[in-house]
């Protein structure tokens, strides 16, 4: 008897174990991407209608479903080399915890999920992450290995979020906002070429279109990138259009968060090395997320309430 208890205890610490290595394998810390789906519901002042919230919410589970589905399929690709890198080689996949064929059946199923989520919301919305999950698959294959565009698809995936997050409520995104948008994801994927070049020489290196960049045109890209964006930002709020939108140019004193939140990232990423997750690890950092949280409330407060 004592056997069988064993032996069930057993088997539901394995089932334990391959739940959590799934889990961890559809990187969840990642999601915090798709908050780019709020800023079209912010900006263009339907944040607090209930059934636009709600549905930019629906939105948020669809991208995150596929974009987990995604992952799946990026680390199966990736598998042997994942096996020899000593930082990813700790994830589900490599260690054996989260077997092939169940990542390739559970990420078919987050993806068709997600899929069929996004249709209901809006056809419009799905289309925009039918073109995330091919532009997805097409860098898995191909465009990774290609200097420049590597960066841009990647930026891409950015831009589609925040473009999705306004159709699926019908809305049209500012120019300025897009703008913006591809700016913000440049630089972040500028810091993590960055911080991946300089583990360069390590044995464990597997991305080698790395080889045909430099750590100064890195440093000249993003500065590049980092002055633009602040400039785009200063134009956004002094525009006209936007004055005549909120009937106001209060946002122009939110400059100061978007200036210190750059600054902080830059300090990061040159001072103390962000790593390759820079999203995740830029909101773990403690002055950078109350600098964040007082953006997002200045703005809405400005919008909604002045």
């Known amino acids: 008897m004592e056997t069988v208890k064993g032996s069930l205890t057993r088997s539901e610490k394995v089932l334990d ?7 961890r394998a559809m990187r969840p810390s990642h999601w915090i991407k798709n908050l780019f789906l709020f800023a ?3 900006f263009s002042q339907r944040l607090f209608i209930t059934s636009d919230f709600l549905t930019v919410c629906y939105a948020f589970i669809a991208f995150s479903l596929v974009a987990s589905g995604t992952y799946l399929f990026n680390d199966l690709m990736d598998l042997e080399q994942d096996r020899q890198n000593p930082l990813k080689k700790v994830r589900p996949l490599p260690m054996g915890i989260l077997s092939p064929p169940t990542a390739l059946m559970s990420g078919l199923i987050l993806i068709i999920l997600g899929i069929a989520l996004s249709a209901f919301l809006s056809p419009a919305f799905l289309d925009m992450v039918l073109v995330y999950f091919v532009l997805n698959l097409l860098y898995t294959v191909a465009l990774k290995k290609v200097i420049i565009i590597d960066m841009l698809t990647v930026a891409s995936g950015y831009v589609i979020r925040a473009i999705a997050g306004a159709v699926v409520i019908g809305v049209e995104i500012s120019s300025w906002l897009l703008v913006c948008t591809i700016l913000v994801s440049l630089l ?5 070429r960055r911080q991946e070049f300089l583990n360069i020489d390590q044995p464990y290196f597997s ?14 890209m993003i500065n590049v990138i980092a002055a633009s964006t602040i400039t785009a930002y200063f134009l956004y709020t002094f525009s006209s259009d936007t004055i005549q939108k909120f009937g106001s140019k209060n946002l122009e004193y939110t400059i100061i968060f978007v200036l210190y939140g750059i600054f902080r990232y830059l300090f990061l990423l040159h001072k103390q090395g962000i790593g390759e997750e820079p999203i995740k690890i830029l909101f773990s950092d403690i002055p950078f997320l109350i600098n964040f949280i007082l953006w997002t409330v200045s703005v809405v407060i400005i919008i909604y309430i002045i």
């Open 207 to 220: 991305r080698p279109v790395l080889m045909q960049y430099s750590l100064q045109f890195l440093d000249n």
């Open 188 to 192: 972040l994927v500028l810091g993590k």
């Open 17 to 23: 174990m391959k739940i959590v290595g799934l889990l």
């Open 40 to 42: 079209g519901l912010i």
